[in-house]
């Protein structure tokens, strides 16, 4: 399967603190995409990495990407309530024009 | 303005029968997507499809057509529904650059129950 794969699963946090949630994927890739979704509703693109990247920052957003170990991570500074939603990556390939998104992360920040 | 739209946002229709959703999109995009969202929010790509090509996930059954009468528009129509449709049903579009696509801007979904 090309699907990536977030980890947590869930994330409960107090507001203020930080969130980390993890993405594995298994083929080769062009770039990396990190979305929101709230409940209902569709989802909204935060950030796209490219496989020559290795880090990048949006506002308190913070994205990794490891292409040696098929691995990103998603970092969320000072989280506030708002911020309670699904999050997932997808992977772009190299080779058509299809991504892969993974199951998610439901992360919620109690205020 | 909405970016992505999708008509309806829910539809309930009894198994066996034949229904159609709607997307469109005003981005100037070249590319649309449909996707499946199941109850354990397992996102899945079912169809992209520019004005070149139409790829389609080998696992979507034959009952799941896509239908573009023009760019800015992607239907979706569904033979035969089963229990198993069930699902929210997203569209999505992209640019693409250099031969790479980028983000995705997703429309609000479409909540399908089959009875």
């Known amino acids: 399967s090309q699907q990536g794969e977030e980890d947590p699963q869930a994330l409960s946090i107090q507001e203020g603190e930080n969130a980390t949630m993890n993405c594995s994927y298994k083929?080769?890739?062009?770039?990396l995409q990190w979305y929101r979704q709230n409940s209902g509703r569709g989802l909204v693109h935060l950030i796209l990495?490219?496989?020559?990247?290795r880090e990048k920052h949006s506002g308190r957003l913070r994205v990794t990407l490891d292409t040696s170990k098929k691995s990103s991570s998603l970092l969320i500074t000072a989280s506030r309530a708002a911020d309670t939603a699904s999050y997932f990556c997808?992977?772009?390939?190299?080779?058509?024009?299809?991504?892969?998104f993974g199951t998610g992360t439901s992360l919620t920040v109690i205020p | 303005d909405t970016a992505v739209s999708q008509t309806p946002k829910y539809l309930v229709t009894q198994m066996g029968n034949d229904k159609s959703i709607k997307c469109e999109q005003n981005?100037?995009?070249?590319?649309m997507y449909w996707y499946k969202q199941d109850s354990k929010k397992f996102l899945k790509i079912m169809f992209s499809?520019?004005?070149?090509?139409?790829?389609i996930n080998e696992t979507v059954p034959n009952r799941f057509s896509p239908k573009s009468p023009d760019k800015a528009h992607l239907n979706l129509h569904i033979n035969s529904l089963e229990l198993g449709d069930s699902a929210v049903y997203f569209c999505?579009?992209?640019?693409?650059?250099?031969?790479?696509?980028?983000?995705?801007?997703f429309g609000p979904g479409t909540r399908l129950t089959v009875l």
């Open positions: 999505a579009s992209s640019a693409q650059l250099a031969g790479v696509y980028n983000e995705q801007f």
């Open positions: 083929t080769s890739i062009n770039n």
């Open positions: 990495i490219r496989s020559n990247e």
């Open positions: 997808a992977t772009g390939t190299n080779t058509g024009n299809q991504f892969y």
């Open positions: 981005l100037g995009h070249d590319t």
């Open positions: 499809y520019n004005n070149k090509e139409l790829i």
